[in-house]
């Protein structure tokens, strides 16, 4: 077990499997260094319930933060079936939080804030990155937030996408 797997694992956190694409695309694609991951959503609570609603009409900012927490773990189940190895992560360079907001919600960056606090967290300074936060009308399933991740890996890949 890597150094990054040893700190998930201390901060109780149990990865997923990673979940098959439901539409036609694939999970990550890899150019040079860069891995693109496909947009993830929140992963099922300890407990195996789903976090699904609207933030700003059924959710609060605290539960929206729990879901951008939940969709890096989906980010991190993704990394570690691509890569085989986290310790392969140079950096978390970018993440895109599209938010499942009622018209008038603003707090966009306080929800996102769940999954990059995740990253760092996680990875340390090699988890500080670029970031949007926008809100959506809508998103699939009734979801509260995707996440998109940009992430600059090691040359080596277990599985090339």
């Given at each position: 077990m890597g150094t990054v797997e040893k700190k998930i694992e201390e901060l109780g956190i149990t990865l997923p499997e990673m979940r098959p694409p439901v539409a036609n695309y694939v999970p990550a694609v890899r150019t040079g260094n860069l891995l693109f991951l496909s947009g993830s959503i929140p992963a099922k609570r300890?407990?195996?319930?789903?976090?699904?609603?609207?933030?700003g009409d059924d959710l609060s900012v605290e539960e929206g933060y729990e879901a951008?927490?939940?969709?890096?773990?989906?980010?991190?189940?993704?990394?570690?079936?691509?890569l085989g190895d986290l310790d392969k992560v140079k950096r978390i360079v970018?993440?895109?939080?599209?938010?499942?907001?009622?018209?008038?919600?603003?707090?966009?960056?306080?929800?996102?804030?769940?999954?990059?606090?995740?990253?760092?967290?996680?990875?340390?300074?090699?988890?500080?990155?670029?970031r949007s936060a926008v809100g959506m009308a809508s998103l699939p399933l009734n979801v509260p937030v995707e996440v998109e991740m940009v992430a600059e890996v090691e040359d080596f890949l277990r599985n090339q996408p």
């Amino acid at each position: 077990m890597g150094t990054v797997e040893k700190k998930i694992e201390e901060l109780g956190i149990t990865l997923p499997e990673m979940r098959p694409p439901v539409a036609n695309y694939v999970p990550a694609v890899r150019t040079g260094n860069l891995l693109f991951l496909s947009g993830s959503i929140p992963a099922k609570r300890p407990d195996g319930t789903e976090v699904r609603g609207k933030l700003g009409d059924d959710l609060s900012v605290e539960e929206g933060y729990e879901a951008a927490r939940l969709a890096g773990i989906n980010l991190l189940a993704v990394l570690k079936a691509t890569l085989g190895d986290l310790d392969k992560v140079k950096r978390i360079v970018k993440l895109l939080s599209m938010i499942n907001a009622a018209p008038d919600f603003t707090e966009t960056p306080a929800v996102a804030n769940g999954c990059s606090d995740l990253m760092v967290e996680v990875f340390g300074d090699k988890g500080k990155h670029a970031r949007s936060a926008v809100g959506m009308a809508s998103l699939p399933l009734n979801v509260p937030v995707e996440v998109e991740m940009v992430a600059e890996v090691e040359d080596f890949l277990r599985n090339q996408p």
